[in-house]
Each structure stands twice: as structure tokens, then as C-alpha cells.
């Protein structure tokens, strides 16, 4: 129980350092007088870190132990943030996002693979329902800290703080972490398993990078969207920020009670159309539809990323499990700097009216992958059902 108390604590930490970034990004710019499309630098800089750490994850855990890599990838985190929050040069700052990527991809691969191994899709809806709390409160956080006058330094520090203490938590129970096993790293998986898989495995790999791309790409852009293109003040465009991602974690916290009743892939579809729906409306330049838009993105999304990590072991088998949700944890982390990145080269060339267009394409790729996944998957069920 404290472990899951842990974990939560952990996702909502994770959370709160990325959703302060849209709401930072303008005060950043103008720190260290850079464009709109800069911030592709510092997303890529954060993800090789996190996606380097993710790979390397199972592998890492059975080595370290899972209480010591979550204690030590917590400090690197928070000394990354803090680092961030003094930075003197955008170059310092880039560096420090690596360092905190590591700190946050260890921490990603390591607590969703615990959970996909021991505990329900209910339980990883909620843990991931703990990352839309951070988030809902990262924006809240840097607008509070911005409307007083301060620096957006103030809200990294306080980011920083936040993630120390946590790893100072997982240092005190650091035995109860040594208990929790890694069955899949360990397993012996077949070269057939694995070539019969491989493609499958792509697909889930691709359709990680998409999704992530979507959900920071909306939660990135909407608060320079609604205030350098549309005219929303600072307090209200910081608000819907906070609501998207506060529908988002809305969203987990329901669809933890509703998934077992109607199934992984009936909520998995209807979500991915409500997304198409609400960036429908996110790209209508008439605020309240817009803002109505935005919200249902993120409640829409709520049940996405964590069913599909649920669905892991499922589609691929449990000997490839613990590696599979390694690399796609991987590729969130890379789907994240390289979808927003793109689309701030977008708002750059063509305008950020574009980034509404953008999401709502994106989205439409998202269901075309899941549903190819879907029947690859059933495809590879019916063959192996052949061979027994």
C-alpha cells in the first residue's frame, strides 16, 4: 500500500514539471531572446534523456533494485530542476534538461512497469490520473508564481523541491521496494516469440510516440495559442491550461471505475473519436467553443496511455512485456519534444492558428494506428492459436 501511495506521489511530481512548462515558455523565451520554435531544443534535450533512461529501464531495475533506482533517479530529477531554475545560459538549461530526463524517464518505465505487473487497469488509470493532478497543477502553480511579479525560476524551484522530498521518501522505504518482483526482464523469450511479435511491436511503439505527441502538443501551445493569437489574458488562458490538464486527470480518476465493465478497447476507441471531436472544436477561433474543445481533448485522452500500458502484456505476451512498455515509455518521452516541437515550427512558418490543425490530424493518425493494431493483433492470436 505505501509503495502505490509512493508511486502516485511520484506521477504527480512528474506531472507538475512538464505542465508548468506552457505556461513558462513565453517568460522563458523572452530570459534568454529566443523564437516560438526554440522550445523543440529544450522538449529533445529532456526526451534523449528520458528516452535513453526508459530503454535501459528493465534492465537497470533488476541491477539496482527498484527502491534504489527510483531514490536515485528522483535526486537526479530535482537537481535537474533546480539547476534549471539558476540557469545563467540557454545552453546550461538545455544540458539540465537531459539530466532531469533521465531522472524522469527511470522514474516513468519503473513505476509503470510495477504496475502493469501487480495490479489492475484500474490502478494504472488511477497512478496516471496522479500525473493530469501534477500537470492540472504545474500550470496553476506558474500562474500564481507569474502573477505576482516573480520570475517562472521560482515555480522550477519549487518543482525541484517537491521532487527531492519524494526521493527522500523512497530512501526511507527503500526495503519495502526491494519486495516488489521483475518477473518479465527475467523470462526467457524465444528469437521466434520475438520475430513473430516484431512488427506488433512497432506499431505499439509508434502509437506511444503519437499519443504523447497529441496530449503535450495541446497542453504545451493552448496558453501562447489563446494569448499571442487570440487576445485571452494571461490569468484566463493559464485556467484553461490548468482545465485541460485537470480534465485529464478528471477523466482517469472515471474511467478507473467505468473500464472493467466495458471493456479496454470499447473505451479505447470512443476516446481516441472524442479526441478528433475536441480538436475539432480547439481549432474553431471563438473562445468558448475553443476552450470547450480543449477540455474535451483532455478528458478524452484520460484512459489512453494507461490502458494501453495495461494492454501490453496482453498484445505481446509476458515475456516481452517489462522490455516492450520500456520502449514505449521510450517513445512517449520522444513523441513528446517531437510532436510540439514540430508544431512550434508550424506556429513559426504558418501561424499558431495551425496548431488546431495539427493536434486534429495527429489525432486522426491515432485511431488509424490503434485500429491496425487491433487486427495485427488478432491476426497474431489466430496463428498462434494454429500452432498449439
Same mark, same amino acid.
Given at each position: 500500500?505505501?509503495?502505490?501511495?509512493? +508511486?502516485? =506521489?511520484?506521477?504527480?511530481?512528474?506531472?507538475? !514539471?512538464?505542465?508548468?512548462?506552457?505556461?513558462?515558455?513565453?517568460?522563458?523565451?523572452?530570459?534568454? &531572446?529566443?523564437?516560438?520554435?526554440?522550445?523543440?531544443?529544450?522538449?529533445?534535450?529532456?526526451?534523449?534523456?528520458?528516452?535513453?533512461?526508459?530503454?535501459?529501464?528493465?534492465?537497470?531495475?533488476?541491477?539496482?533494485?527498484?527502491?534504489?533506482?527510483?531514490?536515485?533517479?528522483?535526486?537526479?530529477?530535482?537537481?535537474?530542476?533546480?539547476?534549471?531554475? %539558476? +540557469?545563467?545560459?540557454?545552453?546550461?538549461?538545455? =544540458?539540465? +534538461?537531459?539530466?532531469?530526463?533521465?531522472?524522469?524517464?527511470?522514474?516513468?518505465?519503473?513505476?509503470?512497469?510495477?504496475?502493469?505487473?501487480?495490479?489492475?487497469?484500474?490502478?494504472?488509470?488511477?497512478?496516471?490520473?496522479?500525473?493530469?493532478?501534477?500537470?492540472?497543477?504545474?500550470?496553476?502553480?506558474?500562474?500564481?508564481?507569474? !502573477?505576482?511579479?516573480?520570475?517562472?525560476?521560482?515555480? /522550477?524551484? %519549487?518543482? @525541484?523541491?517537491?521532487?527531492?522530498?519524494?526521493?527522500?521518501?523512497?530512501?526511507?522505504?527503500?526495503?519495502?521496494?526491494?519486495?516488489?518482483?521483475?518477473?518479465?526482464?527475467?523470462?526467457?523469450?524465444? &528469437?521466434?516469440?520475438?520475430?513473430?511479435?516484431?512488427?506488433?511491436?512497432?506499431?505499439?511503439?509508434?502509437?506511444? $510516440?503519437?499519443? @504523447?505527441?497529441?496530449?503535450?502538443?495541446?497542453?504545451?501551445?493552448?496558453?501562447?495559442?489563446?494569448?499571442?493569437?487570440?487576445?485571452?489574458?494571461?490569468?484566463?488562458?493559464?485556467?484553461? %491550461?490548468?482545465? /485541460?490538464?485537470?480534465?485529464?486527470?478528471?477523466?482517469? *480518476?472515471?474511467?478507473? $471505475?467505468?473500464?472493467?465493465?466495458?471493456?479496454?478497447?470499447?473505451?479505447?476507441? #470512443?476516446?481516441?473519436?472524442?479526441?478528433?471531436?475536441?480538436?475539432?472544436?480547439?481549432?474553431?477561433?471563438?473562445?468558448?467553443? !475553443?476552450?470547450?474543445? *480543449?477540455?474535451?481533448?483532455?478528458?478524452?485522452?484520460?484512459?489512453?496511455?494507461?490502458?494501453?500500458?495495461?494492454?501490453?502484456?496482453?498484445?505481446?505476451?509476458? @515475456?516481452?512485456?517489462?522490455? =516492450?512498455? &520500456? /520502449?514505449?515509455?521510450?517513445?512517449? &518521452?520522444?513523441?513528446? #519534444?517531437? *510532436?510540439?516541437?514540430? @508544431?512550434?515550427?508550424?506556429?513559426?512558418?504558418?501561424?499558431?492558428?495551425?496548431?488546431?490543425?495539427?493536434?486534429?490530424?495527429?489525432?486522426?493518425?491515432? %485511431?488509424?494506428?490503434?485500429?491496425?493494431?487491433?487486427?495485427?493483433?488478432?491476426?497474431?492470436?489466430?496463428?498462434? #492459436?494454429?500452432?498449439?
Amino acid at each position: 500500500m505505501v509503495s502505490i501511495i509512493l +508511486a502516485y =506521489a511520484g506521477f504527480v511530481a512528474l506531472g507538475l !514539471s512538464l505542465g508548468m512548462l506552457g505556461v513558462a515558455w513565453p517568460f522563458i523565451r523572452d530570459t534568454f &531572446g529566443l523564437s516560438l520554435d526554440a522550445v523543440g531544443i529544450l522538449l529533445l534535450a529532456g526526451t534523449a534523456g528520458q528516452v535513453l533512461a526508459s530503454s535501459l529501464s528493465g534492465r537497470l531495475i533488476v541491477r539496482l533494485e527498484t527502491g534504489w533506482l527510483l531514490v536515485l533517479s528522483s535526486i537526479g530529477m530535482g537537481l535537474g530542476l533546480i539547476g534549471q531554475a %539558476v +540557469a545563467p545560459g540557454w545552453w546550461i538549461m538545455i =544540458a539540465l +534538461a537531459a539530466v532531469a530526463g533521465i531522472g524522469s524517464g527511470l522514474i516513468d518505465s519503473g513505476l509503470n512497469i510495477y504496475v502493469a505487473q501487480h495490479h489492475s487497469g484500474r490502478v494504472m488509470n488511477w497512478l496516471h490520473a496522479c500525473f493530469g493532478l501534477g500537470a492540472t497543477m504545474g500550470p496553476l502553480l506558474m500562474t500564481a508564481v507569474l !502573477s505576482q511579479d516573480l520570475s517562472w525560476r521560482v515555480g /522550477y524551484g %519549487v518543482a @525541484a523541491g517537491i521532487q527531492v522530498v519524494i526521493g527522500i521518501c523512497f530512501l526511507l522505504t527503500v526495503k519495502q521496494w526491494r519486495t516488489i518482483a521483475v518477473e518479465s526482464e527475467t523470462a526467457e523469450v524465444s &528469437g521466434k516469440e520475438i520475430n513473430g511479435r516484431l512488427l506488433l511491436l512497432w506499431l505499439s511503439i509508434t502509437l506511444f $510516440f503519437l499519443y @504523447a505527441g497529441v496530449e503535450v502538443t495541446a497542453g504545451q501551445w493552448s496558453f501562447t495559442l489563446y494569448t499571442e493569437a487570440r487576445g485571452v489574458g494571461l490569468a484566463t488562458a493559464g485556467t484553461w %491550461v490548468s482545465i /485541460y490538464w485537470g480534465s485529464l486527470t478528471l477523466g482517469r *480518476l472515471l474511467f478507473g $471505475f467505468v473500464v472493467n465493465y466495458i471493456g479496454a478497447t470499447t473505451t479505447l476507441r #470512443a476516446c481516441m473519436i472524442g479526441v478528433i471531436l475536441g480538436a475539432i472544436g480547439f481549432m474553431i477561433p471563438i473562445n468558448t467553443i !475553443s476552450f470547450a474543445g *480543449l477540455a474535451l481533448i483532455g478528458f478524452a485522452q484520460a484512459p489512453i496511455f494507461p490502458l494501453l500500458v495495461s494492454e501490453t502484456p496482453k498484445r505481446l505476451g509476458p @515475456a516481452l512485456a517489462t522490455r =516492450a512498455i &520500456g /520502449y514505449q515509455v521510450a517513445a512517449a &518521452g520522444l513523441g513528446i #519534444a517531437t *510532436l510540439p516541437g514540430l @508544431a512550434g515550427v508550424i506556429a513559426e512558418n504558418w501561424g499558431l492558428e495551425k496548431i488546431g490543425l495539427f493536434v486534429w490530424i495527429a489525432s486522426l493518425s491515432l %485511431v488509424a494506428l490503434h485500429e491496425l493494431i487491433l487486427y495485427r493483433s488478432r491476426l497474431s492470436k489466430s496463428k498462434d #492459436a494454429l500452432l498449439t
